[in-house]
């Protein structure tokens, strides 16, 4: 009984946020920032102490899936689609990653934004940031926790509209608070790459009613093997639709043009949500639908080869990029192609394990990112020709710029040290979490698919080195610009959450230590992963330490090792001096500028679409809308004609009938009048004789009667 | 004697004064002579009135005439006397002169 | 042919003639001498009909106290003949036509009640005089009382406002 009371909580994961907006929104001018921010991080923090209660509850009841229903949605006829929350052991993780890592960004967000709205002089702004934050709390909530495919797609819009609203938080100017529309053109490149995956999405969510009857995920499960059998085909149309949504939602190829520009938001929304959750999505709907997945090889295959293509290529555009955020933005496009990889090769656990640690190790290093950020500026401020304030009028100087920073570590040794551990997590090194979850990954791929594995060993190995190459640029060295010689370390509230997500980064293994399995035990009441094919596994690669293979280990641990050293050699034995161009150029010559230019993806699309989609709004826009529906249309056609009807009604018919009916009244009685006059002429006798009528014929009457 | 004249008779002349008094009244344009058939017209009345009295032998006849022959001399008096009136300040007695009430 | 009735056309005749001298005459004396005639056969009349008080009072009163009057008032207004050729020229053949169907109209209208009684009875009765003048003064004072004193005080109306009529204003013209 008590465990039944336990899940009927599960509707407050959405109504707590959506209380903690609605009242940011409706006091949020009113209260001070602190208050502001405690009640977002409030509202967020018990939306994880909820979905700990649920886990707990899972745990208690043997981990079975619990159908909570709160409300009957859309009752069309047969058709009944309620709005029902599913409390299985998958849904509860994604709920505890994102509210536990939420809260922790929330908490940091009110320390960054408390600096960051000063910085670009807007301090009313504040609370709308919160709304927004709580606003993709509550969307997210939604999106994991339905019991249908409609439900998580309402999540699935509602996160992407979040991601929109916090990427244009400053609309009106671009990254280095300048007037322009780089904001929120970022904004907007976002909701439309993001669309046109939802548009994959709803193709497979309308076959997949066509075909199943319903959306709800117990009847289209139960019924996959029986369509699959009877209808071939029609799965493996929904499986790729469903990719179509995932290269939009988790940014791979091709879709994931919008997440670099995506840094054009805070830092706590690049943490947040292109970090840690929502780009986590696209993993979570095939961790969902493994089901599905299960009955569609070739599609799996085509997953997990995007994923793993993604993964190697995103990579080497991050050894190019020179902003601290656009490196990590391209590692994340990276680390989401090595989830896809693994959900898409069938290794569901290992890919939400690599999910939920690279949460805790993404965020730390976006958070710390933007610690370093703003200590540039605050460095920035304290300069001497500033200290008039009149801001930046000689100079733009843009505080995210690696070629800026160096020797970091010194004036800020927290983030220094938080900064490490993330990297080093990230690079995959042992025994921080990386390691454990992507050597599973790596694993899996050795075992079954060589070329995913030859992809996302190379793209571990970039990892490494981009790694590497940022510590050596930011943190070691000497300053090159005075800027960075001026930084500050961040207050505590901006550090402890990272000293959080350093101590989750070193220890978030724990979550699947080889024979321990906590994860994989836990996550199989709701999946059930893809039957390694053990008979043909051979030699050195079948050798199992309860799921850790020794040979795949160390091969993977010598080539990060291996990277670092690398990049040592290059930035790090001699730092960067200031003005000094990267070494890799002379190195890799043109490939570097390949590298640089991010292989020139967003000049082609726009040449090939964007401008295409333009040249066709010029076009109805002017010349059908304006030149022929205004002007000749309405001016040539209903305009004249509307002037000659009044004419006509004027003239005609008011002036012509109408006056002369009234003239001609007033004429004749003019006339008559004139006429009438006559009879009094002033004669007695005429008087007397109209007398002697009247009389004559009032006899004659009477005579005759 | 034997009056043996019809009523008839008597009825025609009353008629044939009557309506000559009408008829002066209408055409001629001297004041007097339309007050004189004016009298006219009551004589011929009258004679209509004896003649009834004696065609049914009652005396209400002669009695009206007696009455409006009163009421004639009556009228007679004041008529003139405003026809005086009138001639003093027109200086004439031609009906046609006072037409200033036309319209 | 009776006598009565030749004594009666030869009145009528001259009845109708004085009486269309009245209308034809252009001097106001003349006219008025015309008037008297025709009382004059009205009062004859009168006595072919059995009353000799209305005739000798027509006498008295018509042809001896009004048109005397109007004799006095012709000679004071100055009995100049007036011009020829009025303003209305319709109105003579319009009022000749009038009085013509008026005629008509009386006659028949008068007639009709005619017809219920034919003949004269015997007129001894009536013919007595006295007895017509009792009679007559039996009525005027008994049935015929108020408008008999209702004629007086008309009577003396008549006279005020004659007087009021023709006084002159004080001072207005000497």
């Known amino acids: ?705 | ?103 | 042919m009776d006598s009565m009735l030749i004594f009666f056309i030869v009145l009528a005749l001259a009845a109708v003639a004085s009486a269309v001298g009245l209308l034809v005459s252009r001097s106001a004396v003349y006219a008025a001498l015309y008037l008297v005639i025709n009382f004059a056969s009205v009062a004859v009349f009168y006595l072919m009909l059995g009353a000799p008080f209305i005739a000798l009072v027509q006498i008295t009163v018509y042809a001896g106290a009004i048109m005397v009057l109007f004799l006095f008032v012709i000679m004071l207004l100055g009995a100049e003949k007036l011009p020829k050729g009025g303003s209305l020229p319709w109105q003579r053949p319009l009022a000749i036509g009038l009085s013509a169907v008026l005629f008509f109209e009386a006659g028949y209208l008068l007639l009709q009640k005619v017809q219920s009684s034919a003949v004269l009875l015997q007129p001894e009765a009536q013919i007595n005089t006295m007895d017509a003048i009792r009679e007559l003064g039996i009525n005027l004072f008994s049935i015929y009382l108020l408008p008999f004193e209702v004629t007086s005080i008309l009577l003396l109306v008549a006279m005020v406002g004659a007087i009021i009529l023709t006084k002159q204003e004080k001072g207005a013209k000497e």
Not at chain 1, 463 to 489: C, L, S
Not at chain 1, 514 to 540: D, K
């Open chain 1, 1 to 705: 009984m008590e465990n039944s009371g336990l899940f009927s909580l599960v509707p407050l994961i959405v109504f707590l946020p959506v209380l903690g907006l609605l009242t940011n929104i409706i006091f949020g001018q009113k209260l001070n920032e602190k208050a502001i921010g405690i009640i977002a991080s409030t509202a967020s923090g018990l939306v994880f102490v909820v979905s700990l209660l649920l886990g707990y509850g899972l745990l208690a009841s043997g981990g079975h899936e619990q159908l909570v229903p709160l409300a009957d949605w859309i009752q069309i006829g047969n058709l009944s689609i309620p709005w029902q929350f599913r409390v299985d052991t998958l849904s509860v993780t994604m709920m505890l990653v994102v509210s536990g890592v939420g809260t922790l960004i929330h908490i940091y967000a009110i320390g960054y934004m408390h600096e960051d709205v000063r910085f670009k002089n807007d301090t009313k702004r504040y609370a709308r940031f919160f709304v927004f934050m709580n606003l993709f709390i509550a969307m997210m909530m939604i999106l994991v926790s339905g019991d249908s495919y409609l439900m998580l797609f309402v999540g699935w819009e509602g996160v992407g509209l979040c991601s929109f609203l916090l990427i244009g938080f400053w609309y009106e100017m671009d990254t280095l608070a300048r007037p322009s529309w780089a904001n929120s053109n970022a904004a907007k490149k976002a909701f439309i790459a993001n669309r046109i995956g939802d548009f994959g999405f709803l193709l497979a969510a309308f076959t997949m009613f066509w075909y199943f009857g319903s959306l709800q995920f117990g009847e289209v499960f139960a019924s996959a093997e029986a369509i699959a059998a009877s209808q071939p085909g029609v799965i493996m149309a929904i499986t790729l639709f469903m990719l179509i949504g995932v290269t939009g939602k988790s940014a791979q190829i091709p879709l994931f043009v919008w997440l670099p520009d995506a840094m054009a938001g805070p830092t706590p929304v690049s943490a947040l949500i292109h970090a840690a959750t929502m780009v986590t999505a696209g993993v979570y709907l095939v961790a969902r639908s493994w089901s599905l997945f299960n009955l569609v090889p070739e599609a799996q295959y085509i997953v997990a080869l995007v994923g793993a293509f993604t993964a190697l290529f995103s990579a080497t555009i991050a050894v190019g990029q020179y902003d601290i955020k656009k490196v990590l933005a391209y590692s994340t496009i990276s680390q989401l192609g090595f989830m896809v990889a693994a959900v898409g090769m069938g290794a569901y656990v290992a890919g939400m394990f690599h999910l939920v640690v690279h949460a805790f190790f993404k965020a730390l290093l976006f958070l710390s990112a933007g610690s370093v950020i703003l200590g540039m500026e605050r460095g920035h401020h304290h300069l001497p020709h500033h200290a008039s304030g009149d801001g930046h009028s000689e100079e733009v100087f843009d505080p995210g710029d690696m070629r800026n920073m160096g020797g970091l570590r010194k004036q800020m040794p927290v983030t220094f040290w938080v900064y490490m551990i993330g990297a080093l997590a990230l690079a995959g090194i042992f025994p921080f979490a990386g390691f454990w979850s992507k050597d599973e990954i790596l694993l899996d791929a050795a075992r079954n698919h060589t070329l995913i594995y030859i992809l996302l060993a190379l793209a571990a190995f970039l990892t490494a080195f981009y790694m590497g190459r940022q510590i050596w640029m930011v943190f070691f060295g000497k300053a090159r610009h005075e800027a960075a010689d001026h930084a500050e370390e961040s207050p505590k509230v901006i550090t402890v959450p990272l000293m959080v997500l350093a101590g989750l980064s070193i220890l978030g293994g724990a979550l699947n230590l080889p024979y321990l399995e906590n994860l994989g035990h836990w996550l199989e009441h709701s999946i059930e992963a893809v039957v390694e094919h053990g008979a043909e596994i051979q030699g050195y690669l079948a050798i199992s330490w309860g799921g850790l293979n020794p040979v795949v280990a160390l091969i993977s641990t010598l080539v990060a090792l291996v990277a670092i050293f690398l990049s040592w050699l290059l930035y790090g034995r001699r730092t960067l001096a200031k003005g000094e161009d990267d070494p890799l150029r002379k190195l890799l010559g043109p490939i570097y500028k390949v590298f640089e230019n991010k292989y020139w993806v967003d000049e082609i699309y726009n040449a090939v679409f964007v401008n295409r989609f333009v040249d066709l709004a010029g076009f109805l826009a002017e010349k059908v809308d304006w030149d022929f529906w205004h002007d000749w249309l309405h001016d040539s056609v209903i305009a004249r004609f509307f002037r000659w009807f009044t004419k006509f009604l004027a003239n005609p018919i008011d002036l012509g009938i109408i006056d002369a009916i009234s003239n001609g009244l007033a004429n004749i009685t003019q006339r008559s009048s004139n006429a009438l006059r006559k009879v009094q002429n002033g004669f007695v006798r005429s008087y007397a004789l109209s007398v002697l009528m009247g009389m004559v014929l009032i006899l004659g009457y009477l005579l005759l009667k």
């Open chain 2, 1 to 103: 004697m034997e009056g043996t004249i019809p009523l008839t008779y008597y009825i025609i002349i009353s008629a044939i004064l009557f309506s000559m008094g009408a008829l002066g009244v209408l055409i001629r344009r001297n004041a007097l002579i339309i007050f004189m058939s004016i009298e006219l017209m009551l004589n011929g009345a009258n004679l209509a009135f004896v003649a009834f009295a004696r065609n049914y032998h009652v005396i209400t006849g002669q009695i009206f005439v007696f009455f409006v022959m009163t009421v004639a001399a009556a009228e007679v008096a004041v008529g003139l006397a405003l026809i005086v009136a009138i001639f003093r300040s027109k200086n004439s007695i031609d009906v046609d002169q006072m037409s200033s009430l036309k319209g």
